[in-house]
């Protein structure tokens, strides 16, 4: 099979492989959704990521609710990867074969009583997709630089061009560089820098609740609030529970001890390429981090800079997440209390960084993504 290549198709219609390329720095789904617009239109381009090829160490993985941008997702995509869009749904056999959907029902953790549910909605107009195979189907005839950390950028005199600088010393030149390098952005970073020596730096965002701001050295601000998170494989019969409120996904909170958790179904026995008997959920588990005195966990007065709020070893993890869901009602509370020993509990960082209302690019460089407009949980 050849490998694939970044030039322009010979059936596109609008050739420009003589132009400098578009640079994008980050293969996550804005930059690999950019970069297959750009090949469907001929449209010249380079794009780069930090990460080792085929690397799923990011996170415990998650799934995606495509609904209002779907429309403009099949409108981006060449023809034959919106039909392919059914291999990244988490349970295609659901929607496909059984015509399921999800109602995004919120419960009361407490009693276990629903609360509020969506106006059901087909598959033309929502979806959720596995975020690991998305990716891996938006990658599709991409040649993605691999192993490639962006630390700087420099536009030339007449900013008709612009160069990245990776951390092994390499560099890159194009015409226009867009950053779809996550809520951590380097360029974002540098392009501050840029602007906050032509101008002062914004003021920070009101305090959330009475808390104060921790504001990050990269101008992100932590969210008050504590996460933990792991995955876990279920038999059908273990995922019936779950799955009988919801296919899909389902959230809910705890007034007793002002608790949140969502559940995701990540996979579904006979989902390609593994064809696995078993359901991949994710479990998320999140409270305020001024309870962590009640909660026992150390702090100032409960805010404080993750993860030192969270227990230092897995299994003082995986006993606190089963600590929140004891007071939790049934099938909520046997779900956390029947995790396997051993199960690996992550704890999240939340940051938030509200774009200042005046932001604007700046010459070549622009911002997409998680890098513009940071994606909290």
Not at 12 to 22: E, L, N, T, V, Y
């Given at each position: 099979?050849?490998?694939?290549?970044?030039?322009?198709?010979?059936?596109?219609?609008?050739?420009?492989?003589?132009?400098?390329?578009?640079?994008?720095?980050?293969?996550?789904?804005?930059?690999?959704?950019?970069?297959?617009?750009?090949?469907?239109?001929?449209?010249?381009?380079?794009?780069?990521?930090?990460?080792?090829?085929?690397?799923?160490?990011?996170?415990?993985?998650?799934?995606?609710?495509?609904?209002?941008?779907?429309?403009?997702?099949?409108?981006?995509?060449?023809?034959?990867?919106?039909?392919?869009?059914?291999?990244?749904?988490?349970?295609?056999?659901?929607?496909?074969?059984?015509?399921?959907?999800?109602?995004?029902?919120?419960?009361?953790?407490?009693?276990?009583?629903?609360?509020?549910?969506?106006?059901?909605?087909?598959?033309?107009?929502?979806?959720?997709?596995?975020?690991?195979?998305?990716?891996?189907?938006?990658?599709?005839?991409?040649?993605?630089?691999?192993?490639?950390?962006?630390?700087?950028?420099?536009?030339?005199?007449?900013?008709?061009?612009?160069?990245?600088?990776?951390?092994?010393?390499?560099?890159?030149?194009?015409?226009?560089?867009?950053?779809?390098?996550?809520?951590?952005?380097?360029?974002?970073?540098?392009?501050?820098?840029?602007?906050?020596?032509?101008?002062?730096?914004?003021?920070?965002?009101?305090?959330?609740?009475?808390?104060?701001?921790?504001?990050?050295?990269?101008?992100?601000?932590?969210?008050?609030?504590?996460?933990?998170?792991?995955?876990?494989?279920?038999?059908?019969?273990?995922?019936?529970?779950?799955?009988?409120?919801?296919?899909?996904?389902?959230?809910?909170?705890?007034?007793?001890?002002?608790?949140?958790?969502?559940?995701?179904?990540?996979?579904?026995?006979?989902?390609?390429?593994?064809?696995?008997?078993?359901?991949?959920?994710?479990?998320?588990?999140?409270?305020?981090?001024?309870?962590?005195?009640?909660?026992?966990?150390?702090?100032?007065?409960?805010?404080?800079?993750?993860?030192?709020?969270?227990?230092?070893?897995?299994?003082?993890?995986?006993?606190?997440?089963?600590?929140?869901?004891?007071?939790?009602?049934?099938?909520?509370?046997?779900?956390?209390?029947?995790?396997p020993d051993g199960t690996e509990v992550r704890a999240l960082e939340l940051y938030d960084w509200p774009p200042p209302t005046d932001f604007r690019g700046e010459g070549p460089v622009a911002l997409a993504g998680d890098a513009f407009h940071q994606m909290c949980m």
């Open positions: 099979m050849a490998e694939p290549t970044n030039t322009p198709a010979p059936s596109s219609p609008r050739p420009d492989a003589a132009a400098a390329p578009i640079l994008i720095v980050g293969a996550g789904v804005s930059g690999l959704l950019l970069a297959q617009h750009l090949r469907r239109e001929g449209v010249a381009f380079a794009i780069f990521d930090r990460d080792e090829p085929g690397d799923k160490t990011r996170g415990v993985g998650w799934g995606l609710t495509l609904h209002w941008s779907l429309p403009q997702l099949r409108a981006l995509l060449p023809d034959d990867l919106v039909r392919r869009l059914p291999e990244a749904y988490v349970d295609r056999a659901a929607v496909v074969d059984e015509g399921r959907y999800s109602a995004f029902p919120f419960y009361d953790l407490s009693t276990g009583g629903l609360k509020a549910a969506t106006p059901g909605a087909p598959e033309s107009k929502r979806i959720r997709v596995s975020r690991e195979r998305f990716r891996a189907l938006l990658a599709t005839g991409i040649d993605v630089q691999w192993r490639k950390t962006a630390t700087r950028f420099e536009t030339s005199d007449d900013t008709s061009s612009v160069t990245v600088h990776f951390d092994d010393g390499t560099s890159h030149s194009g015409r226009f560089l867009v950053a779809c390098d996550g809520g951590n952005s380097r360029i974002r970073t540098a392009l501050l820098e840029q602007k906050a020596r032509q101008q002062p730096p914004p003021a920070p965002p009101p305090p959330v609740n009475g808390d104060s701001n921790d504001n990050h050295e990269d101008g992100r601000f932590l969210i008050p609030v504590g996460v933990m998170g792991f995955r876990v494989n279920c038999t059908p019969a273990q995922a019936q529970a779950m799955r009988d409120l919801d296919p899909f996904f389902l959230q809910g909170t705890a007034s007793a001890n002002n608790t949140y958790m969502y559940f995701s179904v990540l996979d579904s026995p006979g989902s390609p390429p593994e064809n696995t008997d078993r359901y991949a959920c994710q479990v998320v588990v999140s409270w305020a981090l001024r309870d962590n005195d009640k909660l026992g966990l150390s702090g100032d007065g409960g805010h404080v800079k993750a993860p030192h709020v969270y227990p230092v070893t897995n299994e003082s993890r995986l006993a606190l997440v089963r600590s929140l869901g004891a007071v939790w009602a049934d099938p909520f509370a046997s779900l956390v209390r029947s995790v």
